[in-house]
């Protein structure tokens, strides 16, 4: 019923920069709560930034100050600036969604399919 397709991952160099992107599409009534996570290698996947509705933003004390999450509810899509990136923020890096669908009152949660990142000389 629902997708979230990521994008925007890749290699980059320590102190570069990244934006993923993240594509929310079916029969989607309402997004809520939309935010990012990520899972290195060996790791539990743990959260990276969140966004509400109206754009509240919290983040994990590792991203912040160069990290900044965004949304466009009119195109059903949430973001991640990634600058002054370091090796430490490799991992792969997943979108997920709270949406309500049509026809379904009670939002249900969403994951993407996640998209690499690895920082490194």
């Known amino acids: 019923q629902v997708q979230l397709v990521e994008s925007g991952g890749g290699l980059v160099q320590p102190g570069g920069s990244l934006r993923l992107s993240c594509a929310a599409s079916?029969?989607?009534?309402?997004?809520?709560?939309m935010g990012w996570y990520r899972q290195a290698a060996g790791e539990q996947r743990g959260l990276v930034a969140l966004?509400?509705?109206?754009?509240?933003?919290q983040y994990a004390d590792s991203v912040k100050g160069r990290f900044t999450i965004s949304r466009d509810n009119a195109k059903n899509m949430v973001y991640l600036q990634m600058n002054s990136l370091k090796p430490e923020d490799t991992a792969v890096y997943y979108c997920?969604?709270?949406?309500?669908?049509?026809?379904?009152?009670?939002?249900?949660?969403?994951w993407g399919q996640g998209t690499q990142v690895t920082v490194s000389s």
């Open positions: 997920n969604a709270e949406i309500s669908t049509i026809g379904k009152a009670v939002p249900q949660n969403y």
């Open positions: 079916g029969s989607i009534f309402r997004p809520y709560g």
């Open positions: 966004i509400t509705r109206a754009g509240g933003a």
